[in-house]
């Protein structure tokens, strides 16, 4: 079938303001619009930007808003972006980063705020000599689903805080501190309580739950946010910290 | 053009590449250039486990681990190779779970195992519990425990810095040259050592399971430098990728229980391997699966390559591959529609794993055997130690990227100590500067992805599962008039910033001059063994042919030559399961 896909565009060497450019092409319902971007730029127009890698969901080069939503474009199906009766596909950069080139957005920031919270194992114990740290099931299935995050950072601009609070750490820097603190393992809060409890730590989160609504790993991120705030309230009243 | 000056430059952020740079970061001024963001390489994609004998569920030992290996490789493993992979595979593992690795566990809270292909208790007797997983996403668990600690150990990256030409001078190396993606411009990038750990190339064939980053740059940027690589023939086909799209189907699957079927329902890896059954070699099921289909066994039955079979976990119940294979399940349902609970997965076999690469010796440095290229390294899927041999088996890479990168970031650290930065020969950016000149003044009518969808048609018709001389000339045939109208490719983006359909030309090229070196080293290989399978040779040829090849090529020459296998503990027997 004939779709029609609307790209919002952006050309740092002319400066021009954003604006959308039509391609037609021969789609399948089936094809990732992945798919479709690559043949674009393939056989349409190679100056198209936008990144890609694994092209199945597993890498988070490609999370872009498609139809107003963010996703991964591998992990996205025509069928899927396309609603009922329609044959216009819409894609856009992700917000609340700056620009570089059409779909391609500065992931500069993000990454920042990702090692702010000292994503990194942290050991409460020295290890044991040539073995494994015993970690019973129930242990890490506490913390299986922060670890299934590929940093694509869709959930970043989903983030409705983002839009005027630009400090805030945001969706995925949380769900990662909260990998390591529900790791029975680590040393847990203590060493990442100063930037999750600060002022743009978890408490900037106001509940709209975006970030789990376009995960493309289905973490449940609000519900990780959530229990991290009860976690420092808990912490500083055990520690008696105000 | 700007300059850097470094100890060591890393060039690829992989499993390989990250390991080695948190060993050699601790001594040496170490850089890291990747072509993509952090955690972006196709070491995340890694899903069954990573092979090594902890004994965690049953006896297991790094011996049987050695000689699965050399056997999977029908006898062109390296053996000494071998053997320090199996034995380093243990601390290794415990190295990963000791930095924060989150690997399933076992019912008394150790590392979680499960069966894998080719992976057998006391010298073939049956499946063992050896691969250490974590659900359906090991690698991406050791791909983020490696970087997380990159961040603690502050790691130095030049993220989107794609390599483009290595330096060297005479037989030592002085660098490499790379190009940033954000402004188009070149940077030199100085140093003692430069390590490779760019990944595969599986993107020369039409059905592939990897990303669309693995085209093979640092083989290629070798290849063009003079380097010979080795064993270029041998190029893994996963048996289980989904139908139509090559995305990988872990062996975990099998390992958990699976079975593969054909249009009449019949478990047919009875035929081919009766005590390994479906855990039999990777080479061996996706023949199989292959032999099924052209006698009309497929799920069409019209014969032809692109039919497949059918992979049932049915019987394994919702509650374990939601458990075990989580992202198996997820794939299943967005790309399929099916729940692989309910429904059996169509799949046929998929371009997965180039076992040759740049040669190198077991602490990375890059040698022919007889030439040694001084500062010169090379790790995980794009050097060959060989430990793979004509054959890998699955979770080896992973144990391959963590033992290989580990040993040659700590060889660099000590190498650096008593090296000098080689001088920049005259004119040393002449040939890149050159080149991407043409490509951005070609005023040429080939198309880019024309270029690229005939390569990987030809490749996959010729130098696939089986092959024989007529289809092979055909392909090398096909690759030559490639590369020859890929001089006239056109390059639409005249802009400078963010040209990534520059480097994706690039990024062809070095397909192209990949694919040329697979299809001669394999029309030229008159056996069968492992993966490279003939239908005008179908048998293994020890007297003649238990020898590593090496490849060079010069313009649209290629070059042969050979290197003896190091066969210390195992003499070759004939392969069965």
């Known amino acids: 079938m004939k779709i029609t896909v609307e790209i919002l565009r952006y050309n740092p060497e002319t400066g021009a303001d954003p604006a959308f450019q039509s391609y037609t092409v021969d789609a399948q319902p089936a094809n990732r619009v992945l798919d479709i971007l690559m043949d674009i730029k393939r056989n349409q127009d190679g100056s198209l930007g936008f990144r890609k890698s694994c092209a199945h969901g597993v890498c988070g080069s490609d999370a872009m808003i498609i139809n107003g939503k963010e996703g991964l474009a591998c992990k996205t199906l025509v069928k899927d972006a396309l609603p009922e009766g329609e044959t216009t596909i819409k894609v856009e950069p992700l917000k609340h980063f700056p620009l570089q080139k059409d779909l391609m957005v ?20 020295a290890p044991p000599k040539s073995k494994e740290y015993i970690q019973s099931r129930d242990q890490r299935k506490k913390f299986d689903d922060p670890t299934k995050c590929i940093l694509c950072s869709a959930c970043y601009s989903a983030c409705p805080v983002l839009d005027t609070e630009s400090g805030f750490i945001g969706p995925a820097a949380s769900a990662q501190a909260a990998r390591f603190n529900k790791d029975s393992r680590d040393k847990g ?33 609000t519900k990780l946010i959530n229990e991290t705030k009860r976690e420092i309230k808990q912490f500083k009243e055990e520690k008696g910290i105000e | 053009m700007q300059v850097h000056e470094y100890d060591a430059i890393i060039t690829g952020s992989g499993g390989a590449g990250l390991y080695a740079a948190l060993e050699a970061s601790k001594s040496a001024k170490t850089a890291v250039l990747s072509k993509l963001y952090p955690m972006r390489s196709h070491t995340g994609a890694a899903q069954g486990g990573i092979g090594a004998a902890l004994g965690n569920l ?14 999977g490789g029908d006898y062109l493993t390296d053996q000494t190779a071998a053997f320090i992979l199996a034995e380093e595979a243990v601390q290794a593992v415990y190295d990963l779970e000791n930095r ?31 691969s250490c997983y974590a659900a359906d996403r090991t690698g991406h668990m050791i791909l983020q425990t490696l970087y997380q600690q990159c961040i603690k150990n502050n790691v130095h990256f030049f993220d989107e810095f794609q390599a483009v030409q290595l330096i060297m001078n005479g037989t030592h190396c002085a660098g490499v040259i790379a190009v940033e993606l954000a402004t188009g411009e070149l940077h030199t990038f100085r140093s003692k050592a430069v390590m490779f750990a760019t990944g595969g190339f599986g993107r020369m064939f039409k059905i592939t ?57 019949e478990r047919f890896m009875e035929t081919y391997a009766p005590t390994l059954l479906d855990l039999a070699p990777r080479d061996m099921v996706a023949r199989a699966i292959m032999t099924e289909i052209q006698q009309g066994r497929g799920i069409r039955g019209d014969r032809r390559i692109d039919d497949y079979v059918l992979l049932d976990a049915t019987h394994l119940g919702k509650e374990v591959i939601e458990a075990k294979l989580p992202d198996i399940a997820d794939f299943c349902r967005t790309y399929l529609d099916i729940d692989p609970s309910e429904k059996p997965i169509p799949v046929q076999p998929t371009a997965h794993y180039g076992m040759g690469g740049i040669p190198t010796d077991v602490h990375g ?87 690229y969808e005939e390569m990987q048609s030809a490749m996959m018709a010729g130098v696939g599962i089986y092959r024989n001389e007529k289809g092979m000339r055909e392909a090398l045939e096909t690759i030559k008039e490639l590369r020859e109208r890929y001089k006239k490719v056109r390059l639409s983006d005249e802009g400078s910033a963010f040209n990534s359909e520059l480097l994706e030309i690039i990024e062809l090229g070095n397909l192209l001059d990949l694919s040329l070196v697979t299809a001669a080293a394999a029309l030229n290989r008159q056996e069968s063994r492992g993966a490279h399978s003939r239908e005008d040779y179908p048998d293994r040829d020890d007297p003649n042919w238990l020898k590593h090849t090496l490849i060079a090529l010069k313009n649209d020459d290629v070059f042969l030559a050979y290197k003896d296998v190091d066969i210390t503990e195992f003499k070759p027997k004939p392969r069965v399961y």
């Open chain 2, 365 to 451: 440095r890059v040698t022919t055997g007889e030439q040694i290229y001084e500062g010169l390294y090379a790790a995980g899927e794009c050097a060959c130690v060989s430990v793979h041999g004509a054959n890998r088996l699955g979770t080896n890479s992973l144990v391959d990227l963590v033992v290989f990168g580990r040993r040659a970031g700590i060889h660099i650290a000590e190498f650096i100590q008593g090296a000098e930065i080689s001088p920049l020969p005259d004119g040393y950016s002449r040939e890149i500067e050159q080149r991407i000149g043409e490509i951005r003044s070609t005023a040429g009518g080939e198309n880019l992805g024309e270029l």
């Open chain 2, 209 to 265: 399971s990897n990303a669309h980053a693995n085209t093979g740059d640092g083989p290629a940027l070798a290849l063009r430098a003079g380097i010979p690589l080795e064993d270029m023939e041998f190029f893994q086909f996963h048996p289980t990728g989904i139908m139509g799209m090559g995305i990988l189907i872990t062996e975990g699957v099998r390992g958990e229980g699976g079975i593969l079927r054909n249009r009449d329902g």
């Open chain 2, 100 to 130: 924060g690795l989150p690997f399933s566990r076992t019912e008394d809270g150790r590392i979680a195992q499960r069966r894998f292909g080719g992976h057998t208790r006391n010298f073939g007797e049956a499946a063992v519990h050896r």
């Open chain 2, 58 to 71: 049953e006896e297991d030992r790094t011996e049987w681990h050695a000689f699965d290996t050399i056997k």
């Open chain 1, 106 to 125: 500065d992931p500069d920031v993000f990454f920042e705020k990702y090692r702010s919270v000292s994503p990194f194992f942290i050991p409460a114990e």
């Open chain 1, 189 to 221: 809060l203590a060493p990442r309580l100063a930037v999750l409890d600060g002022e743009n730590g978890v408490w900037g989160c106001e509940n709209h739950f975006e970030c789990t609504r376009v995960c493309p790993r289905e973490i449940k991120i």
